[in-house]
T-cell receptor
Framework: AQSVTQLDSHVSVSEGTPVLLRCNYSSSYSPSLFWYVQHPNKGLQLLLKYTSAATLVKGINGFEAEFKKSETSFHLTKPSAHMSDAAEYFC?????????????FGQGTILTVHP | GAGVSQSPSNKVTEKGKDVELRCDPISGHTALYWYRQSLGQGLEFLIYFQGNSAPDKSGLPSDRFSAERTGGSVSTLTIQRTQQEDSAVYLCASLPRTSGNYEQYFGPGTRLTVT
């Protein structure tokens, strides 16, 4: 079994300040973890992924995430928010075993960026 | 190259009618998934195809929902006797048969509205 909990449904930051979107997961097998972003009325876009290589993963648009097995966390960060970062972000887990790569999504975090 | 495509992009139907939603995966991708994104439920897995077979149908919410895939390519999701609670965005994703790398490529979705 696998599950994802995004700890904040909404996060609001000012432009130029750091972003932190929190995610905890559980998985019976070694997980692969992803962050996807969805801008209003747009499709899902992959930001970054962890698949058991380096624990610090760099993605597009300056985002990065750190896999911490001891804390079962995969928080998404960005040093300086931009107005274009305003969107909904999904933390996603999948694993081997019988999951066939089935993705389990968190409930999403809506990021608002203020000028 | 071409990504995952879905049609129609929007569908409005009357309660009780049947609808068919189509997904064209990326050429060569053997695995195909359907997800549903609805208010209050987030993103939910519906069904998984490997080639033309569906080893995991566990996410289909009722027997009004069915899906098939032909030629290891195009997939059709059919909803019979639609209900208002079926209103959602239906997303399709595909990936190559690659162990340990479950990055899925999403289509733009079909927005279904049942009136």
């Amino acid at each position: 079994a696998q599950s994802v909990t995004q700890l904040d449904s909404h996060v609001s930051v000012s432009e130029g300040t750091p972003v932190l979107l929190r995610c905890n997961y559980s998985s019976s097998y070694s997980p692969s973890l992803f962050w996807y972003v969805q801008h209003p009325n747009k499709g899902l876009q992959l930001l970054l992924k962890y698949t058991s290589a380096a624990t610090l993963v760099k993605g597009i648009n300056g985002f990065e995430a750190e896999f911490k097995k001891s804390e079962t966390s995969f928080h998404l960060t960005k040093p300086s928010a931009h107005m274009s970062d305003a969107a909904e972000y999904f933390c996603v887990v999948t694993s081997g075993g019988t999951s066939y790569g089935k993705l389990t999504f968190g409930q999403g975090t809506i990021l608002t960026v203020h000028p | 190259g071409a990504g995952v495509s879905q049609s129609p992009s929007n569908k409005v139907t009357e309660k009780g009618k049947d609808v068919e939603l189509r997904c064209d995966p990326i050429s060569g991708h053997t695995a195909l998934y359907w997800y549903r994104q609805s208010l209050g439920q987030g993103l939910e897995f519906l069904i998984y195809f490997q080639g033309n077979s569906a080893p995991d149908k566990s996410g289909l919410p009722s027997d009004r929902f069915s899906a098939e895939r032909t030629g290891g390519s195009v997939s059709t999701l059919t909803i019979q006797r639609t209900q208002q609670e079926d209103s959602a965005v239906y997303l399709c994703a595909s990936l190559p048969r690659t162990s340990g790398n479950y990055e899925q490529y999403f289509g733009p979705g079909t927005r279904l509205t049942v009136t």
